[in-house]
Every structure is written in structure tokens, then in C-alpha cells.
């Protein structure tokens, strides 16, 4: 009886030992990841920078450079102001959760906490 426990708790920190190797390995695999995807972005910024840059480039092929410029920004801020609007709409549609759903919720906490329901019944 004595082996048989040794054997289980012997098997027990085994295990554990290699479900945190596990773990290590997936959190370094996850972490690169992450990594990547922030360099993606940023990357894909860099890219949107110069694309702006072309086309204010291209815009100044016929009008001033300073013009051209001034174009592309009243542009940009336009998409900003509709992505804006477009975001706060999303945002104050959400609105509060149901009040059936949180009344629900309510009368299943008092069911758990009293162990019968309203009316009586367990």
C-alpha cells in the first residue's frame, strides 16, 4: 500500500512537472506570436505612411506641394470623423443589458442562496 502511494504521488509531480514544461512552451510559442503580430502592424503602418506619402506626391504633380498636402490631411480627417461617428453609434446602440436577463440572473443567485424558489417549491 505504501509503494502503491509513493508510485501515485511519484506520478503526480511528473506529471505536473511536464504539464508546466508544456506550458512554458506554449506561453514562449504564444509570446513569439504576439511579438509577430505587433511587428505586422506596425510594419503595415510604416506602409500606410508612405502610401499617404505617394499620394501626396502624386497630387503634387499638378498643384503645390504644400496644396497637395493639405488635400490628403482634409481626407484623412474626414475618414477619422466618419470612422468617429460611425464608432459612437456602434457604442451607444449597445445599450444596457436586457432587464429579463439580469432579473434571471437575480432570481438565481436567491435560488442558490435560500435553496427554493419564490413561490415555494425546492
Same mark, same amino acid.
Given at each position: 500500500?505504501?509503494?502503491?502511494?509513493?508510485?501515485i504521488?511519484?506520478?503526480?509531480?511528473d506529471?505536473?512537472?511536464?504539464?508546466?514544461?508544456?506550458?512554458?512552451?506554449?506561453?514562449?510559442?504564444?509570446?513569439?506570436?504576439?511579438? !509577430? @503580430?505587433?511587428? /505586422? $502592424?506596425?510594419? %503595415? *503602418?510604416? #506602409?500606410? +505612411?508612405?502610401l499617404?506619402? =505617394?499620394?501626396?506626391?502624386?497630387?503634387?504633380?499638378?498643384?503645390?506641394?504644400?496644396?497637395?498636402?493639405a488635400?490628403?490631411?482634409?481626407? !484623412? @480627417?474626414?475618414? /477619422? $470623423?466618419?470612422a %468617429? *461617428?460611425? #464608432?459612437? +453609434?456602434?457604442?451607444?446602440? =449597445?445599450?444596457?443589458?436586457?432587464?429579463?436577463?439580469?432579473?434571471?440572473?437575480?432570481?438565481?443567485?436567491?435560488?442558490?442562496k435560500?435553496?427554493?424558489?419564490?413561490?415555494?417549491?425546492?
Open positions: 500500500m505504501t509503494q502503491a502511494m509513493e508510485d504521488s511519484t506520478l503526480i509531480r506529471e505536473l512537472a511536464m504539464a508546466k514544461q508544456d506550458l512554458a512552451t506554449t506561453g514562449k510559442r504564444v509570446g513569439l506570436g504576439a511579438g !509577430l @503580430f505587433g511587428l /505586422a $502592424g506596425t510594419l %503595415a *503602418l510604416y #506602409g500606410l +505612411g508612405a499617404i506619402a =505617394a499620394a501626396i506626391l502624386g497630387i503634387a504633380e499638378g498643384l503645390e506641394p504644400w496644396i497637395a498636402a488635400i490628403v490631411a482634409v481626407v !484623412l @480627417f474626414a475618414a /477619422a $470623423g466618419v %468617429a *461617428l460611425v #464608432g459612437k +453609434g456602434s457604442i451607444s446602440t =449597445a445599450g444596457d443589458p436586457p432587464a429579463a436577463r439580469v432579473e434571471s440572473v437575480k432570481a438565481d443567485i436567491d435560488t442558490a435560500h435553496g427554493t424558489d419564490h413561490d415555494g417549491t425546492s
